[in-house]
């Protein structure tokens, strides 16, 4: 199992580019999640999907969008760059859990720098 | 105030030496997490936890529930623990809408 694949792994962009990050499971985990690190900060929530067919915004979710595509992928897509969206963008995914917590298995990371 | 507040922000050790790091917490949880991201690498989860303790080799984390904190600690440490640890709580309301710490630099010196 490969478990939690994103694409690409480096990325330079001009201020005003667009793109889309992928990311991909094989757990047939129900949930799936994007964060973004940044130094001295702990990592942010931009958009959760509890479940297939839905998403919601995290913390951090101006500048962004996401799909759901299917069970095993989620993507990000930044639709006109910023500077401060210079990050490392990780994709985890998880059991699906209300009330309950799951372990959540990371992606190895996107590092996007935008000029 | 942030809610997942982690202490040391560095911790230099020599090899062999025990070590603790802490996690305190201020919103009511469903669990806790313990991940560690070695430089440059991915983000491994080490433990979930809801009370008491667990062990995995020569790492232990506890949790005491009343006083909202949870320690970390690593027996006869070794270079290759050099690794940001990373605290993090399943909120009560949405156990896997986790907050996470700002992480504690741990750098093992042989």
């Known amino acids: 199992n490969a478990g939690v694949t994103q694409t690409p792994k480096f990325q330079v962009l001009k201020t005003g580019q667009s793109m889309t990050l992928q990311c991909a499971q094989d757990?047939?985990?129900?949930?799936m999640y994007w964060y973004r690190q940044d130094p001295g900060m702990g990592l942010r929530l931009i958009y959760y999907s509890a479940s297939e067919g839905t998403t919601d915004k995290g913390e951090v979710p101006n500048g962004y969008n996401v799909s759901r595509l299917n069970k095993r992928e989620f993507s990000l897509r930044l639709e006109s760059a910023a500077p401060s969206q210079t990050s490392v963008y990780f994709c985890a995914s998880s059991g699906q859990g209300w009330l309950v917590s799951y372990e959540q298995f990371f992606g190895p990371g996107t590092r996007l720098t935008v000029l | 105030k942030n809610e997942v507040e982690q202490s040391p922000q560095n911790l230099t050790a020599q090899e062999g030496e025990f070590i603790t790091i802490n996690c305190s917490y201020s919103v009511g949880i469903s669990a806790l997490h313990w991940l560690q991201q070695h430089p440059g690498g991915g983000i491994v989860s080490l433990f979930m936890l809801s009370s008491g303790k667990k062990k995995h080799g020569r790492l232990i984390a506890t949790i005491n529930i009343q006083e909202k904190h949870s320690s970390l600690h690593i027996t006869a440490s070794h270079p290759r623990d050099s690794a940001v640890y990373i605290c993090a709580v399943g909120r009560k309301e949405y156990g896997n809408k986790l907050v996470f710490g700002a992480g504690t630099i741990l750098r093992v010196k042989s």
């Open positions: 757990m047939n985990h129900n949930s």
